[in-house]
């Protein structure tokens, strides 16, 4: 199999504060692991690429002060939202790629994504 | 930059009957095209893929065609079912990143 999780399945926080949400690949490694951000009625937009013990690729346009990925395992990484702010409310979803998971090799399996409300 | 898009942002289709939904992408490196059923408020789900060497893939209900000459894709859903209901996003990918098209939302009507 290839499961991947992800938690907190939705979060409400207060402007100004972070919050992290962690994504877990279950059954396999992840020897890479993606964020991605959709915002209602509209589609996936990549905000980053994470390689277990190194640095994350960010996408233009995303502020990779505010959005700290860490994968330090291959098998969690996470994703902190510094300092939210409402128009960072949205729905974040992850995906991992990596070694025993089946399919194609670099095929990405999806996390059940995470709601994340900013008042 | 490579962007993928679908031509029909919804679509109706009565129990019973097939759906086509369609997919432009402008890549043309692209190798490997994945169709997605998005349910409210959960991850995507893959549904299937197909590589750029190949023009048909057939699975359980659902069909996939790929026309390179034109970069078109098409998710074909045979006798629809109200499950079918959800927003279905092609995507499309060259190494390990995959870019996502606009999403079609699919409506069964009983």
């Known amino acids: 199999g290839a499961v991947v999780s992800q938690h907190p399945s939705w979060v409400i926080c207060k402007s100004g504060t972070s919050v992290k949400i962690e994504c877990r690949s279950l059954d396999f490694q992840a020897t890479t692991m993606f964020w991605y951000r959709q915002f209602p009625k509209q589609s996936l937009m990549l905000m980053a690429t994470?390689?277990?013990?190194?640095?994350?690729?960010?996408e233009q346009g995303v502020e990779k002060d505010k959005f700290l990925i860490n994968h330090a395992s291959l098998t969690l990484s996470t994703l902190t939202v510094t300092s939210a702010h409402p128009e960072d409310s949205s729905f974040y979803i992850c995906?991992?790629?990596?070694?025993?998971?089946?399919?194609?090799?670099?095929?990405?399996?999806f996390g059940p994504g995470t709601r994340l409300t900013v008042l | 930059g490579e962007s993928v898009g679908l031509h029909l942002p919804t679509l109706s289709v009565q129990e019973g009957d097939n759906s086509i939904i369609n997919c432009a992408y402008s890549?043309?490196?692209?190798?490997?095209f994945i169709w997605y059923k998005q349910e409210s408020g959960k991850g995507p789900q893959f549904i299937i893929d197909i590589r750029s060497n190949m023009d048909k893939r057939q699975g359980q209900r659902v069909t996939v065609l790929l026309n390179k000459t034109v970069k078109h894709l098409s998710l074909q859903i045979a006798a629809t079912q109200p499950g079918d209901s959800a927003v279905y996003f092609c995507?499309?990918?060259?190494?390990?990143?995959?870019?996502f098209g606009t999403g079609t939302r699919l409506t069964i009507i009983p």
């Open positions: 890549n043309s490196a692209s190798d490997y």
């Open positions: 995507a499309s990918g060259g190494n390990e990143k995959l870019t």
């Open positions: 995906s991992a790629a990596g070694q025993g998971a089946q399919g194609y090799p670099n095929e990405q399996f």
């Open positions: 994470s390689n277990e013990g190194s640095k994350a690729t960010y």
